[in-house]
């Protein structure tokens, strides 16, 4: 069996938004009136993966938003985990992939090759048309580290 193995730049948001939201607010007593408050989309390969909503207004989710995105990413949300079974794995890109390679060496996170001993499983990693072409500069992501599994959807 082979384990998909997420690319080295991956994060778990590759776009994030803030938006403000506009509502009308209507009552007896203090008056009719728009307010706005702002919302935080999170995406990732295309596809909103997470809103967090309920700020004041723009400052206060800008100032709020890292706390509140570490909190977000971990555990991974589902929606992350859902769309990288198709997607491409380069980061940013949001097309499904459509071939399966091999990583015959794995790396470190410094970049050495490990041994094989300090390694028993298959890896893959998967790619649109547009991005299974690696180039040379990299050890582990690059073209000569893979070998193709199948040339398929990606399951």
């Given amino acids: 069996m082979a384990w998909h193995k997420r690319h080295h730049d991956w994060e778990a948001f590759d776009k994030i938004e803030i938006v403000t939201v506009p509502r009308y607010k209507t009552s007896g007593l203090s008056g009719d ?3 706005v408050s702002a919302t935080v989309r999170c995406w990732f390969k295309g596809v909103v ?3 967090l909503g309920g700020f004041s207004d723009m ?3 800008r100032r ?4 509140k995105l570490l909190e977000a990413a971990f555990p991974i949300p589902d929606g992350v985990i859902a769309r990288e079974k198709t997607a491409c794995d380069q980061p940013g890109c949001g097309s499904d992939a459509i071939v399966r390679l091999k ?3 794995l790396t470190s996170e410094r970049g ?3 041994h094989e001993q300090e390694h028993s499983s298959t890896c893959y990693r998967q790619f649109c048309d547009a991005h299974r072409e690696r180039g040379d500069c990299g050890r582990e992501d690059a073209d000569d580290n893979y070998e193709p599994i199948d040339t398929g959807g990606a399951s």
Wanted: charged letters at 40%; hydrophobic letters at 40%; aromatic letters at 10%.
């Fill in 33 to 35: 009136e728009w307010r």
């Fill in 49 to 51: 993966v997470l809103e």
């Fill in 59 to 61: 400052e206060t989710a």
């Fill in 64 to 67: 709020m938003l890292d706390g």
């Fill in 103 to 105: 990583l015959k060496r």
């Fill in 112 to 114: 050495e090759y490990l």
